[in-house]
C-alpha cells in the first residue's frame, strides 16, 4: 500500500493550488482519507477529512471557506482545492487512510489513520 502526495509548491498570498494523494495497492472509496500539514517548528495538525462514505467532510477551522476536499473515484485519488491561500498555510502536506467513519469529535485524531504519504511542501510568499 502506497500514498503520493502531490501538486505542492511555491505559490503567492491570495493564490491557489490544488493537492493530489493518489493510492496504489487500496480502493480509496473504503477508506477514510485525511489531509494534515505540519510547518516547521510546529506540531503535525489535521487540515481536512473525506469519509469513507463520501457523505461528510470535515476541515480545521483555519482553512474552512478557502480549501475543499474532493474525491475521484475512477482515478483512486483525493484532492486537496487550495484558494485564498496564506503565509501561515505553509507546511509539508501529508495524507493518509484510515478504516474509521469520522465524526466531528474524531475526524483529526492521527492515531486513526495508519497509512501515511510521503507529503509535498507548499510554501506561500508574502
Known amino acids: 500500500v502506497q500514498l503520493q502526495a502531490s501538486g505542492g509548491g511555491l505559490v503567492q498570498t491570495g493564490g491557489s493550488l490544488r493537492l493530489a494523494c493518489a493510492a496504489s495497492?487500496?480502493?480509496?472509496?473504503?477508506?477514510?482519507i485525511g489531509w494534515f500539514r505540519q510547518a516547521p517548528g510546529k506540531e503535525r495538525e489535521a487540515v481536512s477529512c473525506?469519509?469513507?462514505?463520501?457523505?461528510?467532510?470535515f476541515y480545521t477551522g483555519s482553512v474552512k471557506g478557502r480549501f475543499t476536499i474532493s474525491r475521484d473515484s475512477t482515478k483512486n485519488t483525493v484532492y486537496l482545492q487550495m484558494n485564498s491561500v496564506k503565509p501561515e498555510d505553509t507546511a509539508t502536506y501529508y495524507c493518509?487512510?484510515?478504516?474509521?467513519?469520522?465524526?466531528?469529535?474524531?475526524?483529526?485524531?492521527?492515531?486513526?489513520?495508519?497509512?501515511w504519504g510521503q507529503g509535498t511542501q507548499v510554501t506561500v510568499s508574502s
Open positions: 493518509a487512510t484510515s478504516k474509521a467513519s469520522p465524526i466531528l469529535s474524531s475526524w483529526h485524531w492521527e492515531y486513526l489513520y495508519d497509512v
Open positions: 495497492g487500496l480502493t480509496f472509496s473504503r477508506y477514510t
Open positions: 473525506f469519509s469513507r462514505s463520501g457523505g461528510r467532510r
